[in-house]
């Protein structure tokens, strides 16, 4: 796991010229969000990121990504009201969300599409599974 990070690390500074769709990978946890990014960018995804709520929504009016990957649980805005203001937004409604959380009970995977989201992870992530589900949502060549 740590030789991942790392090389998750030393991707985020010497980044490949990707021409695939935009992601936005939302999570306070710095960790998960190298990782993300690592797994998505070796997938040919570009990305984007952001520790917290506030600062994806900004990202979202100002890069408008072809798909947003959020934490749910994030100091101060959390990724259920990203996604709910996101949705709620006709100029951002369209973007897909995937809700990533350590949270997987039968009510918070209901807020999160309740809130708009397409899809839900459940923490400790598959980064394989996660590869997959943003295939599904947004084909590489899109």
């Known amino acids: 796991m740590t030789a991942v990070l790392e090389s998750a690390r030393t991707a985020r500074t010497a980044r490949p010229t990707l021409v695939g769709p935009t992601i936005l990978v939302v999570d306070d946890d710095e960790n998960v969000r190298d990782l993300v990014t690592f797994k998505l960018q070796m997938a040919g995804y570009q990305?984007?990121?952001?520790?917290?709520?506030?600062?994806?929504?900004?990202?979202?009016?100002?890069?408008?990504?072809?798909?947003?990957?959020?934490?749910?649980?994030?100091?101060?805005?959390?990724?259920?009201?990203?996604?709910?203001?996101?949705?709620?937004?006709?100029?951002?409604?369209?973007?897909?969300?995937?809700?990533?959380?350590?949270?997987?009970?039968?009510?918070?995977?209901?807020l999160a599409f309740v809130s708009g989201a397409e899809e839900y992870l459940a923490k400790p992530l598959n980064p394989v599974d996660l590869v997959r589900r943003v295939g599904w949502l947004l084909p590489r060549g899109a």
């Not at 897909?96 to 350590?102: D, W």
């Open 47 to 110: 990305t984007v990121t952001a520790a917290d709520g506030c600062t994806a929504l900004t990202l979202v009016g100002e890069t408008r990504p072809d798909l947003v990957i959020l934490d749910i649980v994030m100091p101060g805005l959390d990724g259920l009201s990203v996604c709910y203001q996101m949705h709620a937004d006709p100029a951002t409604a369209d973007i897909p969300v995937i809700m990533l959380s350590g949270m997987a009970t039968e009510t918070d995977i209901d």
